[in-house]
């Protein structure tokens, strides 16, 4: 069993040198399109449901 998780952590050890990360640029690139993304479905999302509740009080009142 102890064989099977070294061979296993030593596999990984290889795959992860295999894997190019991004760098500082692009992560930063990426940070700010999915934070702008939030924004954008949050306002949305806070648009619509400001719309349902007034419809829903028209409604029931």
């Given at each position: 069993m ?6 296993f ?5 290889t ?6 990360w991004p760098g500082?640029k692009?992560t930063?690139a990426?940070?700010?399109v999915?934070i702008?993304i939030?924004?954008?479905?949050c306002?949305?999302?806070g ?6 509740s007034r419809?829903?009080?028209l409604?029931?009142?």
């Amino acid at each position: 069993m102890a064989d099977k998780a070294r061979q296993f952590l030593r596999e990984v050890k290889t795959e992860l040198k295999k894997i190019t990360w991004p760098g500082r640029k692009e992560t930063i690139a990426s940070t700010v399109v999915v934070i702008v993304i939030v924004l954008i479905v949050c306002v949305y999302l806070g648009i619509v449901d400001v719309i349902l509740s007034r419809l829903i009080r028209l409604i029931v009142y």
